[in-house]
């Protein structure tokens, strides 16, 4: 079993949308907990990070951390073409441990 | 503005040569790291280094090497390219601290071993 498990899609929604991406974990010392946006044949981006339990909001986008059950999601509000990408759900248990990586979820949203 | 660059986006390469895929950062970040990214297993982590003559290996790290001489570079070298090193290559730099949660990438190298 991987340490974290990302449905990798792809996912198609109707521009307007709201989306919702998933991601699970095993590992019980993740504390941090990131996303990144990455376009095709581009590096990945921060989009969100978040520390422990909890939400946080940004514009259009909402992450969500539920520790209890080792379930983190991004919603995307209103999704437009532009959000169109590969969406890379990271953790990390403390400071100097390694960053892990979910496989990533396609997203498109079609006009 | 500050950047991470990598040279060169494109790279093809026999079965045995020596490979050197460079990276370069002007963010003076002390964090510099190198991910393979393949289909089916995302990112994973080459090598890393948290500063100058630092280096550690991450969880792929066989076949590989890196050196870190200054703040700006860490070139990642393939001592005898295989068909299985065929991937896509992103540096990675980020503030000390530890928290790599602020990970700045590259555009990544695209090398293929025939």
């Known amino acids: 079993q991987k340490e974290v498990e990302q449905d990798p899609g792809p996912l198609s929604v109707p521009e307007g949308a709201i989306v919702s991406l998933n991601c699970t974990y095993s590992?019980?010392?993740?504390?941090?907990f990131m996303w990144y946006r990455q376009y095709s044949r581009k590096g990945p981006e921060l989009l969100m990070y978040t520390y422990s339990s909890g939400n946080k909001e940004d514009g259009r986008f909402t992450a969500q951390v539920d520790k209890s059950s080792k379930y983190i999601s991004l919603f995307i509000r209103d999704s437009q073409p532009s959000d169109s990408a590969t969406y890379l759900c990271?953790?990390?248990?403390?400071?100097?441990?390694?960053?892990?990586f979910g496989i990533g979820t396609k997203l498109q949203v079609i006009p | 503005d500050a950047e991470i660059t990598q040279s060169p986006r494109h790279k093809i390469t026999e079965t045995g040569r020596q490979v050197t895929l460079a990276c370069h950062q002007t963010?003076?970040?002390?964090?510099m790291f190198w991910y393979r990214q393949d289909l089916g297993h995302g990112l994973r982590l080459i090598h890393y280094?948290?500063?100058?003559?630092?280096?550690n290996k991450g969880e792929v790290s066989d076949g590989y090497s890196v050196s870190r001489s200054n703040t700006e570079d860490l070139p990642l070298t393939l001592e005898s390219a295989a068909s299985s090193q065929t991937s896509v290559y992103f540096c990675a730099s980020s503030e000390a601290g530890g928290r790599n949660t602020e990970a700045f990438f590259g555009q990544g190298t695209r090398l293929t071993v025939v």
């Open positions: 963010w003076n970040h002390n964090n």
């Open positions: 590992n019980s010392a993740f504390q941090y």
């Open positions: 990271a953790m990390q248990a403390g400071g100097y441990q390694k960053v892990t």
């Open positions: 280094s948290y500063g100058v003559q630092d280096t």
